[in-house]
């Protein structure tokens, strides 16, 4: 599988990282649209993958809150359709896969990050990281048979259900086309439990205009 831009969704310290002639400086009251080689050319196909049901839950629910967001800020109904596939077989229909995975699935993509995003040439490519494997002291625990809590060795502490439904929708609007910003948006980075504003929607119509298509 060849990727030829990669862009990393943080969480912590370091920016966005892309190749040179991709990025674009965007002030912290604009979005401008930053992918221009990558553009959905009909209804994308959102595939979702987990073995956790509400992890599902929430890749549904992001990928419907930017529908539905989308919808009501160019107050069109019709417009801006997604179709979602859950742990579809075959994933060559897929114009982006989303994948929920306790760590990164390559070297390559071991960054401090809680999620990144890959595109292809006509497909995009997200993980979201449902532990903070990137901090040796976030351990996780269990209770013991004595009602104790006893850290669980390799295995590193959780990421609650309303981050994540954040960094997968920061990680969507990479796939749309957006770059970080510091204010009143979904794309700001750290633990800021964000949401998809008209600041988020207005930088998507900049680049697709009324709808995918």
Avoid at 40 to 49: D, L, R, S, T
Wanted: glycine letters at 6%; hydrophobic letters at 40%; proline letters at 5%.
């Amino acid at each position: 599988m060849k990727f030829f831009i990669l862009v990393i969704g943080v969480i912590f310290s370091i920016g966005i990282s892309v190749l040179p002639q991709v990025h674009a400086e965007t002030s912290s009251n604009e979005i401008v649209p930053v992918y221009l080689d990558f553009k959905f050319k009909k209804e994308p196909v959102m595939c979702i993958f987990s073995t956790d049901d509400k992890i599902m839950r929430v890749g549904i629910d992001s990928v419907l809150d930017w529908q539905n967001k989308l919808k009501s800020y160019t107050k069109d109904p019709k417009a801006w359709n997604m179709i979602t596939l859950l742990n579809p077989l075959d994933a060559s229909g897929c114009t982006t896969e989303i994948h929920f995975l306790k760590k990164p699935s390559a070297p390559q993509f071991d960054v401090k990050a809680q999620g990144i995003t890959i595109y292809e040439e006509d497909s995009a490519y997200v993980e979201v990281y449902t532990t903070q494997y990137y901090d040796d002291s976030t351990v996780k625990y269990v209770v013991d048979s004595s009602k104790k809590l006893r850290p669980v060795p390799g295995e590193f502490a959780g990421v609650s259900l309303p981050l994540l439904g954040k960094v997968t929708r920061h990680e969507l609007g990479h796939v749309f086309g957006l770059s970080h910003q510091q204010n009143d948006s979904i794309m700001v980075t750290g633990q800021i439990l964000a949401k998809i504003t008209d600041k988020d929607c207005k930088g998507v119509v900049a680049k697709y205009g009324r709808d995918w298509s």
